[in-house]
């Protein structure tokens, strides 16, 4: 038994072909972005090895802090939001008939690409025929606006869609969490006579505690790599009002052939997506185990 | 006044199900439409005659291309995903070797990975090798990012599986991969079904990649095709909404015939940043 199991060719046969892959497509790119970041570079010709020159530029750019903090904001937004989903949950996992049904409609725009939902909200702000302004003008609003053209509202129309893919998400994941709280609990706190909300917020959330804490970091670090959703509907404009970091980066690759720098920002995107993880890891660090 | 509570309960679940489903619905009602009806009708009118020519003109012009480059790098990504995933997994867990921790610690940093910082290094490596603006490229690079959390998820599973059964299958003289594809594999059908799905849905909705490294049309996926047909398209609603609709029609319909695995591998992903 055990001579079959520790038999050393076949141990690299089963497990090489996915080590492999993940090492060369996944780890050895990132030590290659930190090494192109050294670079002037413009992904084709000769590269020139330049220092710490990107890194620094990248430091004191000024378009790239500002893509920071539009990416920063959306990360506030989609924290907020969690709020919003949690109290959906408690309300679904609250004895209501029909809960399944509502989960599960709730869960449909997550299925679907950033590209079609970019595409499908482009069509829902449009100024003229979109269905935003058609019911806006209903209502008797003389000049609706104009969203994503407007700099000063297009973070705010970017994040709509992005509350309306990520919720049933995130509903799902505090729902899973609240069902399995023992109903031994609940009961004994009724028969105490605690109110719904009470039950609400002094039983069921420092239960759930755990789970809240992987949804904020999950929100937090998918926003600060959001990318695709913005990259169709708006480009990063009008003129960088709604530009993140993975755009930014792109850009910088893709549109200008500037490598260099582009490997630079990205390596920059990881270490800030690791430090922010780390940090939020170690505030809500807790000790105590929750036991039923 | 507990009954009115539910009512009121009842009323929040509702809006948030229609703030979901509305545009979804409008969607497909202006797939149907032609610009006329669509800029001068109210939004919500039932289309004055269905117009599903608008849905035979994208596929024809393209949308039909890309529809097939998306079903069979989808396929085939999931099939090499699953495959290499349950091999690494069953040497984790269930082979004796020194480094399996290591190696296993490996797989879970992968799940970390923020795909930008890598996508310039990615670009330049299939330069070299020629990949460029060839599908491979894509599906070996949608099996990498996706082995991790395959992994994660068939992990908990396979160490639940008894070891008797190795045990007794080698016993009996059956060779490690006829118990692995005879025994093994078949016994852990349920959790491939859910990575199946994730990898399903992952795969057919991605973009940065296929837009990256795939610059002929005839290799293109819905996600970018549809991108570069909307902008020939710009004035014709009807043919954007037809074209919308059938790219996300396949995951609808899997969600429609799945939808507890669905939520089972969405819920199991949630690790996935």
């Known amino acids: 038994m055990n001579k079959v199991m520790s038999n050393r060719l076949s141990i690299a046969i089963y497990v090489l072909p996915a080590l492999l892959l993940v090492t060369i497509l996944v780890f050895i790119p990132l030590i290659l972005s930190a090494y192109y970041g050294l670079m002037k570079w413009d992904g084709i010709g000769a590269m020139e090895f330049i220092g710490l020159e990107n890194y620094i530029n990248g430091i004191k750019d000024e378009k790239f802090w500002n893509s920071a903090y539009h990416s920063f904001l959306l990360a506030i937004f989609s924290t907020l939001s969690l709020a919003v989903y949690l109290t959906v949950s408690l309300i679904l996992a609250s004895k209501i008939k029909g809960s399944d049904l509502f989960r599960k409609i709730y869960l449909i725009p997550m299925l679907l690409s950033s590209v079609a939902i970019a595409q499908l909200w482009i069509k829902v702000y449009n100024p003229s025929n979109g269905i935003l302004n058609a019911i806006l003008m209903n209502l008797g609003v003389k000049n609706p606006p104009a969203w994503l053209a407007d700099p000063s509202l297009v973070l705010l129309a970017i994040f709509i869609p992005i509350l309306w893919q990520y919720a049933g998400f995130y509903i799902l994941i505090y729902y899973a969490a609240l069902k399995n709280i023992p109903e031994s609990l609940i009961e004994a706190a009724k028969i105490d006579g605690a109110t719904p909300t009470q039950?609400?917020?002094?039983?069921?959330?420092?239960?759930?505690?755990?789970?809240?804490?992987?949804?904020?970091?999950?929100?937090?670090?998918?926003?600060?790599?959001?990318?695709?959703?913005?990259?169709?509907?708006?480009?990063?404009?009008?003129?960088?009002?709604?530009?993140?970091m993975a755009s930014y980066m792109y850009k910088l690759a893709f549109s200008s052939y500037d490598f260099g720098y582009g490997s630079a920002i990205g390596f920059l995107l990881l270490v800030i997506t690791l430090i922010v993880t780390f940090i939020i890891r170690k505030i809500t660090a807790t000790d105590e185990q929750v036991e039923y | 006044m507990k009954r009115f509570g539910y009512f009121l309960l009842y009323v929040s679940l509702t809006v948030v199900a229609l703030f979901q489903l509305v545009p979804l619905i409008w969607l497909f009602l202006f797939s149907l439409k032609d610009n006329r009806e669509i800029f001068a009708g109210s939004p919500f009118a039932l289309p004055s005659e269905l117009r599903w020519q608008n849905y035979l003109k994208v596929w024809e012009g393209g949308v039909g291309t890309y529809f097939f480059n998306s079903v069979w790098i989808t396929s085939l990504a999931i099939i090499l995903t699953v495959l290499f995933a349950s091999m690494a997994t069953f040497a984790i867990t269930r082979m004796k070797w020194k480094w399996s921790g290591f190696v296993l610690g490996l797989f879970m940093v992968g799940l970390m990975i923020p795909i930008h910082s890598a996508l310039i290094p990615l670009f330049s490596m299939f330069l070299k090798v020629n990949l460029i603006d060839n599908p491979i490229s894509i599906v070996i690079t949608y099996t990498a990012y996706n082995l991790p959390i395959t992994i994660m998820i068939l992990l908990g599973f396979y160490y639940t599986l008894p070891r008797e059964i190795e045990e007794a299958a080698i016993i009996d003289g059956c060779s490690i991969h006829r118990m692995f594809f005879r025994i093994i594999l078949p016994m852990t059908t349920p959790v491939i079904s859910t990575t199946v799905v994730i990898n399903m849905i992952y795969n057919w909705n991605e973009f940065v990649f296929v837009n990256t490294f795939i610059s002929s049309d005839k290799y293109?996926?819905?996600?970018?095709?549809?991108?570069?047909?909307?902008?020939?398209?710009?004035?014709?609603?009807?043919?954007?909404?037809?074209?919308?609709?059938?790219?996300?029609?396949?995951?609808?319909?899997?969600?429609?015939?799945?939808?507890?695995?669905?939520?089972?591998?969405?819920?199991?992903?949630?690790?996935?940043?």
Do not use: R
């Open chain 2, 220 to 273: 293109k996926t819905l996600t970018v095709g549809i991108q570069n047909f909307i902008g020939q398209y710009m004035t014709d609603w009807g043919a954007i909404g037809a074209t919308l609709i059938i790219s996300v029609l396949p995951i609808i319909i899997a969600f429609i015939f799945f939808s507890n695995k669905v939520v089972e591998g969405i819920s199991s992903s949630a690790v996935k940043g």
């Open chain 1, 199 to 244: 039950i609400a917020l002094k039983i069921k959330l420092p239960l759930i505690k755990e789970v809240v804490v992987v949804t904020v970091v999950l929100a937090i670090v998918g926003s600060l790599k959001y990318f695709d959703l913005i990259y169709v509907m708006t480009g990063g404009g009008p003129n960088g009002a709604s530009e993140v």
